[in-house]
């Protein structure tokens, strides 16, 4: 199961401009997109995934939806809106973006996003991509893993972890995921009770295996363009980097503004309910002045 990250605040703060079309640009296994649906009875949801496990999901569970024309399921990434929706220039009122990774990803082995479960090394969201976790740690220059680690995984010194891979790898190729975590637990330790000590580096694995804090920038500037004047484009982060590319430009952005200076975070009930809500913040750009006539918009559905 995947439980949808700050629900009751997405559907408000979409729910307030009345929309009829709405983009969710990472449907995951459509908690979201299930009740974004409900906000309009007579509009329409285009959702993505670049992970086709997702999409085979979705095409089981809401066929009903997709069959009466409300849902537009596509196997594709919000990193090329181009390419994975057309050109779209003003078509939404509500564009989602919940960044990261899905829990049933995370709990499959086969995967290669975990290392409680032994799988292999892939971390792959869309498996028709080449990179995978392993040809970064066995292939990529020792210079780029210190980067990695450091920039992605905010790891202060990764240097003996990596300089460990660098020395293994002459011998043996790194394959499965076990393999990278009982290294890093044997140079590493368990510094933090709790804390497995693979956890920052596996996540700085997976954004660099998917591209994902480059992606995420040179999107932006579409995503805040395929919005109507006065439509809101929200987005959920679960990592400072992020955080701080999507506050810097929803700021900056000419298209538009924040509709809030400050981050919206999950309540503590949330919290302490969902413990993968913890690291969650929204923050909500609008298209346009905030002086738009939203009477214009109420009756469009279908256009
Ligand atoms: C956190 S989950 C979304 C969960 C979803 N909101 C729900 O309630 O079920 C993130 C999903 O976004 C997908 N994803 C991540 N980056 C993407 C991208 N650039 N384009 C399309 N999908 C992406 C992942 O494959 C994953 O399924």
Redesign the pocket.
Known sequence: M?K?VLLKEVLHFSGEIHPHRIL?????????TRELLKLSPTGEVTA????LD?ITYGCDTFATDINAGRLRLLH????DLKSAVGAEEGRYDVILL?????SP?LDVAERGFSFYHDGPLDMR?NRSQTTTAADVVNDWPEVELLTIFKEYGEIRRPDRVVRAIVQDRKTQRFTTTRQLAGLIERVEGWKRKGHHPATTYFLALRMAV?N?LE?LSQALPDLMRALRLGGRLLVITFHSLEDRIIKYAFKESELGFPLFKKVIVPTREEQAENPRARSAKLRIFQRGSGNEDESQYATDAGD
Do not use: I, K
Request: proline residues 3%.
């Open positions: 995947h949808p969710d640009g990472t449907f995951g296994r459509g908690g979201h993505l995934d670049q992970d997702a594709g990434s919000f990193h919940d960044l990261g990774v899905s990803q969201m998917n994902e992606g």
